[in-house]
Nanobody
């Protein structure tokens, strides 16, 4: 089982930026696709972005395109989510999850069942 730990959340004003990190302990992320998900109060958890193990495949939910960038540094065993031009509607708990290479592929890349290991989440609050 892969253990994931998210960090980097916090309070930021609209238009600001945050970089979330997803680090793995005791396991290498090289062979895993990583997805970022978020859950806002009173809403269902939704897929935000994913990156394949080879970094050849990346997806974003439409609401974050042009503002969020997912990347991975296998040497540091970490996946990042750079979030720019943040909006109040980006407020949520953000989770990273690991799955097989096939998890981040096709039109169902955002399906949670594709990812077997989840972090505990980090809170992002966008407010003035």
């Amino acid at each position: 089982q892969v253990q994931l730990v998210e960090s980097g959340g916090g309070l930021v004003q609209p238009g600001g930026s945050l970089r979330l990190s997803c680090a793995a302990s005791r396991f290498t992320l090289d062979n895993y696709a990583i997805g970022w998900f978020r859950q806002a109060p009173g809403k269902e958890r939704e897929g935000v972005s994913c990156i394949s193990s080879s970094r050849g495949v990346i997806y974003y939910v439409d609401s974050t395109k042009g503002r969020f960038t997912i990347s991975r540094d296998n040497a540091k065993n970490t996946v990042y989510l750079q979030m720019n031009s943040l909006k109040p509607e980006d407020t949520a708990v953000y989770y990273c999850a690991a799955g097989p290479e096939s998890a981040c592929s096709g039109s169902n890349w955002f399906r949670q069942y594709r990812y077997s290991d989840w972090g505990q989440g980090t809170q992002v609050t966008v407010s003035s």
